[in-house]
């Protein structure tokens, strides 16, 4: 098993910046991918970022030039760096990482953006 433990998320004002952790622990052989997606109300959950274990970034549209992923593979972590948010930024975040030919998901984080 590998377990997702979320932090980061909060409340901001429209143009503000938040960072989003997620250290991955347990029995980890191999991570293939380590993502974030969001679900707001009414919505399906959508992809925001994901990072492959070559580096690759993917991003959405919507996000492109104001989120960035990063990893620290000693760690098992996986960052989310958000800046210039906008209210449908609002979502309840969550990590992702597909390791030893499974997914995992963590418990999710909310964010708001509001003024």
């Known amino acids: 098993q590998v377990q997702l433990v979320e932090s980061g998320g909060g409340s901001v004002q429209p143009g503000g910046s938040l960072r989003l952790s997620c250290a991955a622990s347990?029995?980890?052989?191999?991570?293939?991918?380590m993502g974030w997606y969001r679900q707001s109300p009414g919505k399906q959950r959508e992809l925001v970022a994901i990072?492959?274990?070559?580096?690759?970034?993917t991003y959405a549209d919507s996000v492109k030039g104001r989120f960035t992923i990063s990893t620290d593979t000693a760690k098992n972590t996986v960052y989310l760096q958000m800046n210039s948010l906008k209210p449908e930024d609002t979502a309840v975040y969550y990590c992702?990482?597909?390791?030893?030919?499974?997914?995992?998901w963590g418990q999710g984080t909310q964010v708001t953006v509001s003024s």
């Open positions: 992702n990482v597909v390791s030893n030919g499974r997914g995992y």
């Open positions: 347990g029995n980890i052989r191999s991570i293939y991918t």
């Open positions: 990072i492959t274990s070559g580096r690759t970034r």
